[in-house]
């Protein structure tokens, strides 16, 4: 079930069919709503919303148009609506310096304030920003997003700001833009971006995808965004689906989370497999140092998957495959037993048999275990992450220590006179 972040429902746009549009967006698939606050007056009818209908949250705050309009007395009665057991977030806050309808000084003043009250409640926070990232990112810097981070809306900077807005701990969220026929260099951008910190939304009743272009947007709407989505990021609407929702459960705290290890994911023509999730490396740039998953499936679990469950999760995509990856979000060879007996049932069905590791799997086992993967796996990837001893033990802080680097070097040089593809 997707969940749409970005919505004014209040809006008088909404007024003459609000309980249809609800119907239509469950209909859709579409398991809950984030109704974002804009003007001062609209907490007051966000808040009401979710107390009405189910599935619907809510933010409160003052978006940048609005900004000359925040008093002290008013956010001080911002800060007693967040209280509220709906609310999910402080926002849209931000810069607008593309219509400039509050002085610049006055919006910076606002964001500031409003930062600042977000961070002490803990509440995640909704940006907007347009033609205002320099300004943007120095308030971020000198103020902090607090711990629970946040969500730049509607995001339309590119990879440069990005990125930088990724460094911050900050998700992006995408929508309708996403699926205009001009925009292929943002959906290249999109697909390049990790999945694991984008979210989607609509922005209604604004931004209606190419399918609704120049009608009202609605949130059953976002299901072309996330269409959109998959098709840039070269995975499936379910993937895509299973990620978003994931992400918004960790920012914001709502939707449902997947219960169980899923061993097998698809992407692309390929199955990937989750032997363990155990590793010799807590690296401090991927996804294990944030949040326990990737690819929006949680990947602890009470304990790894026998060969007999990896096999038969195999088996129903293994015909169209055209390789099985044998890897996870942990190392491989650590279950280096299960690891070949999996292998070897797969080479018997003429399967493609690739291994990623971290290249520790001599050093694990004590002797060259390459030898032992000739005629099992046909090519290996290996993450070697840095150029030198020092980088690579500060940045993957590996169980073994200095001796690791040297060890996945050697493990790459042998693994390729044992006649793999590396």
């Known amino acids: 079930m997707l969940i749409d972040t970005h919505v004014h429902l209040e809006m008088e746009q909404f007024d003459a069919d609000r309980d249809e549009v609800l119907v239509r967006a469950r209909k859709a698939g579409v398991s809950a709503i984030i109704t974002i606050a804009s003007t001062f007056e609209s907490n007051e009818q966000a808040e009401a919303l979710a107390q009405t209908y189910h599935g619907v949250y809510h933010t409160v705050g003052v978006h940048p148009h609005d900004a000359k309009h925040l008093t002290p007395e008013r956010l001080k009665e911002l800060c007693r609506r967040a209280l509220g057991g709906r609310v999910v977030a402080w926002g849209e806050i931000g810069l607008d310096y593309f219509r400039d309808r509050s002085p610049r000084e006055a919006q910076r003043e606002a964001f500031r304030e409003q930062l600042r009250c977000a961070a002490r409640l803990g509440l995640p ?61 943002y959906r290249r951008l999109v697909g390049e971006l990790s999945p ?56 914001f705290g709502i939707g449902p989370l997947e219960a169980k290890l899923r061993i097998v994911s698809p992407l692309q023509d390929r199955l990937c497999v989750n032997l363990t999730s155990r590793s010799t490396n807590e690296t401090t740039f991927t996804s294990r140092t944030f949040h326990p998953g990737s690819r929006g499936h949680p990947f602890e679990a009470p304990r790894d998957p026998t060969a007999a469950e990896v096999l038969q999760a195999l088996e129903p995509g293994l015909a169209s495959a055209r390789e099985v990856v044998l890897g996870g979000y942990g190392e491989p060879t650590l279950r280096l037993v299960e690891l070949k007996d999996i292998a070897r049932r797969l080479k018997e069905r003429r399967c493609r048999v690739r291994l990623t590791t971290n290249g520790h799997g001599s050093l694990i086992h004590g002797r060259d275990i390459t030898r032992e993967l000739v005629g099992l796996v046909d090519a290996c990837s290996v993450s070697l992450v840095a150029q030198d001893a020092e980088t690579y033990e500060a940045l993957c802080r590996p169980t073994y220590g200095k001796l690791a680097y040297e060890a996945a070097k050697g493990f790459i040089v042998l693994a390729k006179a044992a006649g793999m593809e590396v």
């Open 196 to 251: 694991d910190r984008l979210l989607v939304e609509t922005d209604a009743p604004f931004l209606a995808p190419q399918a609704h272009r120049g009608r009202r947007n609605e949130p059953a709407y976002v299901t072309f965004v996330a269409e959109a989505l998959a098709e840039a990021a070269g995975v499936s609407v379910e993937e895509v689906t299973n990620i978003t929702t994931n992400n918004v459960r960790r920012l």
């Open 125 to 185: 926070v909704v940006i907007h920003n347009r033609d205002a990232h320099d300004d943007t990112l120095a308030i971020l810097a000198e103020e902090g997003p607090g711990e629970a981070t946040g969500v730049f809306h509607c995001f339309s900077g590119d990879k440069a700001f990005a990125h930088r807005c990724l460094e911050f701990g900050f998700c992006l969220s995408v929508g309708g833009p996403l699926t205009y026929p001009n925009n292929d260099q």
